[in-house]
């Protein structure tokens, strides 16, 4: 394997370890705000100011973010299980 892959290769595990976290506290911050106002997902992105809409399309339209995205998505779902099963 030649240095190169090697570096890039860590450089790329590098951003999707730092991002899970990031986008972990993004839809935590989404899905809290989704309860909070009672709005559909729709309503809520329809609501979204140009500054919220550009944020989350750089958090969450990025193609190096999806893999992140999905490991973030699948914690939060995890954690809101083990919620719902303690009450």
Same mark, same amino acid.
């Given at each position: 394997?030649?240095?190169?892959?090697?570096? /890039? +290769?860590?450089?790329? *595990?590098?951003?999707?370890?730092?991002?899970? =976290?990031?986008?972990?506290?993004?839809?935590?911050?989404?899905?809290?705000?989704?309860?909070?106002?009672?709005?559909?997902?729709?309503?809520?992105?329809?609501?979204?100011? /140009? +500054?919220?809409?550009? *944020?989350?399309?750089?958090?969450?339209?990025? =193609?190096?973010?999806?893999?992140?995205?999905?490991?973030?998505?699948?914690?939060?779902?995890?954690?809101?299980?083990?919620?719902?099963?303690?009450?």
């Amino acid at each position: 394997m030649s240095s190169a892959v090697l570096f /890039f +290769g860590s450089i790329a *595990l590098f951003y999707f370890l730092v991002m899970i =976290p990031i986008q972990y506290l993004y839809l935590q911050g989404l899905h809290e705000k989704k309860e909070k106002t009672g709005l559909s997902q729709r309503e809520l992105y329809k609501k979204m100011s /140009f +500054g919220e809409e550009q *944020l989350h399309f750089h958090v969450q339209g990025n =193609p190096f973010n999806i893999p992140s995205a999905f490991v973030a998505y699948m914690i939060l779902k995890v954690k809101g299980r083990k919620k719902a099963s303690q009450y």
